[in-house]
């Protein structure tokens, strides 16, 4: 009998967590078709208003604020090329027999 109360006790505590932890949050269930509520009041930021200026100046100048605005994803960072096409030739006409035959099993999905 005990051992059923402690799990009945731990799973309602559990089931209940994820509504203690929403409480501070920006976003609360709603009870009807709107899905969330906002309530602005639990938003705590830690910028100022000039540092968000500031980040909302930058996003314009370099375009992403107009790509966030249409849901479009962010350009990938560009790594710059360490290698240049003949040492890239090089290096895979000098690998040793054991990583050739490895990155050919890679590539053939072996």
């Known amino acids: 009998m005990f051992n059923r109360t402690l ?3 731990a799973i309602a505590t559990f089931a209940a967590l994820p509504m203690a932890a929403s409480a501070t949050s920006l976003y609360h269930p709603a009870d009807g078709e709107a899905g969330v509520t906002k309530h602005l009041d639990h938003l705590t930021s830690t910028k100022t208003r000039a ?3 500031a980040e909302v100046l930058a996003a314009q100048k370099d375009g992403s604020l ?3 605005q249409r849901s479009l994803p962010l350009p990938a960072e560009t790594q710059g090329m ?3 096409r ?6 895979v006409l000098n690998e040793p027999a054991a990583e050739r035959r490895a990155r050919e099993a890679l590539l053939a999905g072996g």
């Open 82 to 84: 360490n290698k240049t």
């Open 66 to 68: 107009f790509r966030i």
């Open 51 to 53: 540092q968000v200026q």
């Open 86 to 91: 003949a040492q890239v030739v090089a290096e």
């Open 7 to 9: 799990i009945l006790s």
